[in-house]
């Protein structure tokens, strides 16, 4: 283990390099780099050998924000009220009237049809 946990304190000043620009904050840096390490810690197991460890642990750092962004995505979805959906084709009514009517009136008839 402690061979492991001293490669991982080698890639420490490269984590914190691209979490900083990643953050553009310091503390937030900081906090990327813990839960960088923290996950490279409980999951070294994952690293497939022949994987460089730092590319594994850059790709650990670059997906806690992007999953943070998805996760915070799925719950203001949830959030938001359901709507209806149209069925293909259908443009609800505008004050009254069928927009999607009145732009093919000027088509002949037959041309009518074959929209529709």
Known sequence: MNDAVQ???NHI???RHYAAA?????A???ELVQECLLR????????RPGTGLRAWMLTILHN???NGVRKAAGRLA??????RALPFGAIPAINGENR????ILPVSAPSRRSIR
């Open 22 to 26: 990643v953050s553009r904050n310091e």
């Open 13 to 15: 000043p490269s984590l």
């Open 7 to 9: 490669n991982i304190e």
């Open 40 to 47: 490279a810690l409980t999951k070294g197991r994952s690293c």
């Open 28 to 30: 937030a840096a900081d």
């Open 64 to 66: 806690l924000p992007v």
């Open 78 to 83: 949830d959030r938001l009220p359901r709507r």
């Open 100 to 103: 999607f009517t009145e732009s």
